[in-house]
């Protein structure tokens, strides 16, 4: 695989007794309207690193970004209801600064005390956490005595709070970010074939780079989801209502004449409905068979079994992006097959990105996959081989 393998120093390398620590961490995390977290995984998933830092004296520092304030302070993205969950989880005192730098927040972490954790406030109520901005790290920095980057889903970002700030601490990986690492580089770096790519989901524009790059070192790669409308269409099939990127139609095109194309597998029969809706009237057709003014949202029953097929006799599967509007029941089926097909391969299966780990989840499965990234951006431009800024930066180890 033409990705890069990192081997980073992480918290087992460094003393951190006494310490404040300083932890970049992912808390964003999905909520309901009052703002309550719905959605455990990605706090549960920083647990292995807080707890260990916590048994050994330290004294915990998290920041994180939650949703898009733009650089204002606007309180309904406000990280202070995740400090109760916290307690809770770690069975630890955990305060909240209602500011991320400046003095306040230096009085906070200057008087924990070891076994102690203060959760910051959003670091995106600053703009100047995604320019990476100079002054901006180093204020974080006098939070910590050393820095510990936990939020592989956030990575590929070169934010302040993620590579600025690596430029004032000593810095290493948290134990999550460690797996995800190690994980892939288990996983890939020589993997069993055959390797099976599955992409799906609706954005082309984010994985068109992910699909050139994997096509010369995969033996299949399933294409499902809108991205197959676009393909189908680029084509030449009519596609009737369907969700399709025209402005990648051309690239797709070109990509279909090349050699390696022949290693792309597109749907032949889709589920295609009347509307965008869950009680749309719908009905199974053939790619050349949408009725006018139609759209496909699912794959077809024989694509499903093709693509099941292929994915149970894998070696390695690589999943990204659901297979249809699977949020809609019945919509959700050509997704749900192919998370239990991950499930009965008796290879390794990889899966990211946050769609398809609610497919996951919603089938059951999560048991069964051999690697659950928490990335979904970064895992996607991980495997397209570029760098993650937010890793670089880190202590190599030796
Ligand atoms: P992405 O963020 O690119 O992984 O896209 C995920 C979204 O793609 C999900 O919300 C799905 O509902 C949507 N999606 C998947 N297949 C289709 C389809 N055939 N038509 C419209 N949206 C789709």
Not at 27 to 50: F, H, M, S
Not at 147 to 168: E, I, M, P, Q
Request: proline letters at 4%; charged letters at 25%; glycine letters at 8%.
């Amino acid at each position: 695989m033409s990705i890069v393998f990192y081997h980073k120093k992480t918290i087992r390398d460094v003393d951190v007794v006494g310490k404040r620590v300083l932890v970049r961490v992912d808390y964003n995390v999905p909520r309901d309207e009052a703002g309550n977290v719905t959605d455990l995984t990605r706090i549960n998933g920083t647990l292995p690193t807080l707890q260990y830092l916590l048994k050994r004296g330290a004294k915990v520092v998290l920041m994180s970004h939650l949703g898009r304030p733009k650089g204002e302070k606007n309180l309904k993205y406000s990280l202070a209801n995740l400090a109760p969950v916290l307690q809770r989880l770690l069975d630890a005192p955990v305060a909240f600064c209602p500011d991320c730098v400046g003095a306040e927040a230096e009085k906070m972490a200057n008087d924990l005390q070891p076994g102690e954790v203060l959760l910051l406030e959003n670091l995106r109520f600053y703009k100047e956490e995604e320019k990476n901005d100079d002054a901006f790290a180093e204020k974080l920095a006098k939070l910590g005595d050393l820095f510990v980057c936990d939020a592989f889903g956030a990575v590929h970002r070169a934010h302040a709070s993620l590579v600025g700030v690596t430029k004032y601490l000593p810095a290493v990986a948290g134990f999550l970010l460690e797996k995800d690492l190690v994980m892939m580089r288990k996983l890939l770096a020589d993997p069993a074939r055959p390797v099976v790519a599955v992409m799906g989901g609706a954005k082309v524009d984010d994985k068109i780079g992910v699909i050139k790059n994997l096509l010369p070192n995969v033996d299949r790669l399933l294409i499902g989801g809108a991205m197959a409308n676009t393909f189908l269409y680029a084509l030449g099939y009519d596609m009737g209502a369907s969700k399709i990127s025209l402005d990648y139609v051309d690239l797709v095109r070109d990509l279909m004449k090349k050699d390696v194309a022949k290693k792309i597998v597109l749907p032949e029969d889709l589920v295609a409905a009347a509307a965008f809706a869950p009680d749309a009237k719908y009905r199974n057709v053939a790619v050349n068979r949408i009725p006018s003014g139609w759209m496909a949202l699912d794959m077809g029953k024989n694509t499903v079994r093709t693509y099941a097929a292929i994915v149970e006799s894998a070696q390695t599967v690589i999943w990204n992006g659901p297979m249809g509007v699977f949020e809609m029941p019945v919509f959700a089926r050509g997704t749900e097959a192919i998370a239990v097909a991950c499930a009965k391969c008796q290879g390794a299966t990889i899966v990211g990105g946050g769609d398809s780990l609610a497919a996951i989840d919603q089938a059951g499965v999560g048991y069964m996959i051999t690697h659950i990234s928490t990335g979904g951006g970064s895992t996607l431009e991980y495997l397209e081989g570029k760098h993650l800024p937010g890793v670089e930066v880190l202590q190599n180890a030796r």
